[in-house]
């Protein structure tokens, strides 16, 4: 044996343990929501080669549920992920796929495709789509190392049409966020077809799974999710309202009219606060509180931070990766928490606000709890 060959070797045996560590994480992470994985899934967790799909990367990293960044725009705007592994069996999951299903991925890498393709068999079929073609390359590329290019078909294309050319499909899986669902995706659906697609409404995003009867869809479930904006003609991207340059800000979606200037000053003022007697526990799930909001307010969005915006003393935010919020010209009130004095881990609702109609903001995001919770 060379000492490539042992070198190799070495590799993949490091691979298959990490693989195998990667499927016991995803067990964690979904057992700790209430929620479980399909040994289907987690088994092409332990089979398919994710290294091979993220070049340039470290096994460690390859590996890590996270999501590595694989390419930017000209102003550093995220245009291109592989996935994080939790995110794909979640979805993966939505989707319930069966053995010789006929399957669209919109939105590529290779990396998910060939998951879809060991749980659809070889009597299955995987189309993978992406408009950029250094993604197409690279999706290729991974898949004909894994030994999956047999399996899946790589298109480039403009998702927003679909790949007519292989329909129908049983499931459609959308690995970029949308801020609308286009007709070819219904059009392309079988009837009892399942469309999983991480939806954006005012900057929020959640994976819904619909499921198409006769030519409409009705949502069965939806979950928490996270992915880059889906580019072509359906593009609509979101964008960063500095308050504090940018160590605070509203994130929204870039078609939403908002002033940056009067905010900017109303948070200088000080802050009021009004709480909803709306207490929840703690392992409670709250989630669709910010979808709630997002369609009950006139505006939305997402109040963020860097580390130094979390620190400084002019918000408080309740989670580190941001709160929702709402704003009119000149104010701003976002959502907040309080412990309990009962046992120290429920909490109350309440919202903090800045600027001159601080008090009727806060006022109105907390009826937005109040009628949430109703």
Same mark, same amino acid.
């Not at 079929?125 to 894994?146: F, K, Q, S, Y």
């Not at 403009?158 to 790949?163: M, P, Y």
């Not at 690995?175 to 009837?191: F, G, H, K, R």
């Not at 000149?330 to 907040?336: E, G, H, K, N, V």
């Given at each position: 044996?060379?000492?490539?060959? %042992?070198?190799?070797?070495?590799?993949?045996?490091?691979?298959?343990?990490?693989?195998?560590?990667?499927?016991?994480?995803?067990?964690?992470?979904?057992?700790?929501?209430?929620?479980? @994985?399909?040994?289907?899934?987690?088994?092409?967790?332990?089979?398919?080669?994710?290294?091979?799909?993220?070049?340039?990367?470290?096994?460690?990293?390859?590996?890590?549920?996270?999501?590595?960044?694989?390419?930017?725009?000209?102003?550093?705007?995220?245009?291109?992920?592989?996935?994080?592994?939790?995110?794909?069996?979640?979805?993966?999951?939505?989707? +319930?796929?069966?053995?010789?299903?006929?399957?669209?991925?919109?939105? !590529?890498?290779?990396?998910?495709?060939?998951?879809?393709?060991?749980?659809?068999?070889?009597? #299955?079929?995987?189309?993978?789509?992406?408009?950029?073609?250094?993604?197409?390359?690279?999706?290729?590329? #991974?898949?004909?190392?894994?030994?999956?290019?047999?399996?899946?078909?790589?298109?480039?294309?403009?998702?927003?049409?679909?790949?007519?050319?292989?329909?129908?499909?049983?499931?459609?899986?959308?690995?970029?966020?949308?801020?609308?669902?286009?007709?070819?995706?219904?059009?392309?659906?079988?009837?009892?077809?399942? $469309?999983?697609?991480?939806?954006?409404?005012? #900057? $929020?995003?959640?994976?819904?799974?619909?499921?198409?009867?006769?030519?409409?869809?009705? %949502?069965?479930?939806?979950?928490?999710?996270?992915?880059?904006?889906? +580019?072509?003609?359906?593009?609509?991207?979101?964008?960063?309202?500095?308050?504090?340059?940018?160590?605070?800000?509203?994130?929204?979606?870039?078609?939403?009219?908002?002033?940056?200037?009067? $905010?900017?000053?109303?948070?200088?003022?000080?802050?009021?606060?009004?709480?909803?007697? @709306?207490?929840?526990?703690?392992?409670?799930?709250?989630?669709?509180?910010?979808?709630?909001?997002?369609?009950?307010? +006139? !505006?939305?969005?997402?109040?963020?931070?860097?580390?130094?915006?979390?620190?400084?003393?002019?918000?408080?935010?309740?989670?580190?990766?941001?709160?929702?919020?709402?704003?009119?010209?000149?104010?701003?009130?976002?959502?907040?928490?309080?412990?309990?004095?009962?046992?120290?881990?429920?909490?109350?609702? #309440?919202?903090?606000?800045?600027?001159?109609?601080?008090?009727?903001?806060?006022?109105?995001?907390?009826?937005?709890?109040?009628?949430?919770?109703?």
């Amino acid at each position: 044996m060379t000492n490539a060959e %042992s070198i190799m070797t070495d590799e993949d045996a490091t691979a298959a343990h990490l693989r195998q560590a990667l499927a016991e994480s995803i067990i964690k992470n979904r057992a700790a929501i209430g929620r479980s @994985v399909d040994e289907l899934i987690l088994e092409a967790v332990r089979t398919v080669p994710r290294h091979l799909f993220v070049p340039d990367v470290g096994l460690d990293e390859a590996y890590a549920d996270d999501s590595p960044i694989m390419k930017r725009d000209k102003q550093g705007v995220a245009i291109s992920s592989v996935s994080a592994p939790w995110l794909q069996a979640m979805m993966l999951q939505q989707a +319930q796929i069966e053995p010789g299903m006929r399957l669209l991925e919109i939105g !590529s890498g290779g990396y998910n495709a060939a998951l879809m393709a060991e749980l659809v068999g070889p009597n #299955g079929a995987v189309v993978t789509l992406d408009i950029d073609p250094d993604v197409c390359a690279r999706a290729e590329r #991974g898949l004909a190392d894994a030994g999956y290019d047999d399996l899946v078909t790589v298109v480039r294309a403009d998702g927003e049409f679909g790949a007519e050319q292989h329909a129908p499909f049983d499931r459609i899986i959308v690995t970029v966020s949308a801020p609308d669902i286009p007709p070819a995706w219904i059009n392309q659906l079988t009837d009892g077809g399942l $469309l999983v697609v991480p939806l954006r409404m005012r #900057g $929020l995003a959640r994976s819904f799974v619909f499921e198409r009867t006769g030519n409409h869809l009705s %949502s069965r479930e939806f979950e928490l999710c996270g992915f880059v904006p889906i +580019q072509g003609v359906g593009e609509f991207r979101q964008r960063l309202v500095g308050l504090a340059g940018d160590d605070i800000a509203l994130r929204i979606d870039d078609r939403q009219p908002i002033e940056a200037e009067p $905010l900017c000053e109303a948070l200088t003022t000080d802050r009021h606060e009004a709480w909803s007697g @709306v207490v929840i526990g703690g392992m409670e799930a709250w989630d669709d509180l910010d979808m709630w909001i997002a369609t009950a307010s +006139q !505006s939305y969005g997402y109040l963020v931070t860097t580390d130094a915006g979390y620190q400084s003393d002019l918000i408080d935010l309740a989670k580190r990766w941001g709160m929702s919020a709402i704003w009119d010209c000149d104010s701003f009130a976002y959502l907040a928490w309080r412990p309990t004095v009962a046992d120290g881990q429920s909490r109350e609702f #309440g919202a903090f606000a800045h600027g001159p109609h601080a008090a009727d903001l806060a006022d109105r995001l907390v009826g937005h709890v109040r009628s949430w919770d109703r």
